[in-house]
């Protein structure tokens, strides 16, 4: 598995660039990899089905000057900036075993994680709903995946020192929620995980046995998606 700290300028580049390294991997040209970004700067990102007005506050975030987007993978909507910390695994299908199949991938990667963090923090880290790691009944971090013939993508966040009011003010109560949330509202959901971003990181890369740093990315094609998909208006409104 190979190691990436690659985080753009912007909030298109780095949407981009998790796209960008599935198609490459995908493509065979491309190796398992995980990446870790966090965002510079504030915005939201609605999941790839997600309806926009249905999920976020666009009045606000249209007078502060707060970016909507759209990911190529499913889930949903998140609060993206400071103290955020995503991470993408980009990993290869295999015929047979956990990483065959939608559902057991979920369960294979959550499990991983879950252990990972537990061991640093304790066990209080457990997976809620489908793709959700939480303390107790608070949620710190979600996830999704897409899935194409060869690889798959599987990325999320972490919570780990993040403005949770940012939460409430840009986004509405999600359409679709886990049984366990039981329509509380953002503050009373989310929490932020009590570990520093580079403790994260060391701990899922110790979890994935990253062995080398990935010293090359295909820019020209995250520059390309930068720039016809996640800045077209057609695509971040499609639903």
Not at 192 to 200: A, F, G, R, S, T
Request: aromatic share 10%; glycine share 6%; with cysteine.
């Amino acid at each position: 598995m190979k190691y990436l700290d690659l985080t753009f300028p912007t909030p298109q580049e780095n949407l981009a660039c998790d796209e960008a390294l599935l198609d490459w991997c995908e493509n065979g040209d491309g190796d398992e990899v995980i990446r870790f970004w966090e965002s510079p700067t504030r915005f939201v990102v609605v999941g790839y089905s997600n309806k926009i007005r249905a999920e976020t506050n666009l009045a606000a975030c249209e007078r502060d000057s707060v970016p909507v987007l759209r990911r190529c993978t499913g889930g949903g909507t998140v609060m993206q900036g400071p103290g955020c910390l995503n991470y993408t695994l980009v990993l290869r299908i295999p015929e047979a075993g956990p990483l065959a199949h939608l559902t057991s991938t979920n369960q294979f990667i959550m499990e991983h994680h879950r252990d990972a963090l537990a061991t640093v923090l304790g066990n209080t880290v457990v997976v809620r709903g489908t793709t959700d790691l939480a303390i107790g009944e608070r949620k710190f971090s979600g996830n999704a995946q897409r899935r194409k013939h060869r690889c798959l993508i599987f990325h999320g966040t972490f919570l780990c020192r993040f403005n949770l009011a940012l939460v409430e003010k840009y986004l509405l109560m999600p359409a679709r929620q886990p049984d366990y949330r039981q329509n509380r509202a953002h503050k009373e959901f989310l929490t932020n995980v009590p570990l520093e971003p580079y403790q994260v990181r060391v701990a899922l890369a110790r979890c994935w046995s990253v062995d080398a740093a990935l010293t090359d990315v295909p820019q020209e094609a995250i520059r390309r998606l930068a720039a016809d998909r996640y800045s077209s208006r057609e695509w971040t409104f499609k639903f």
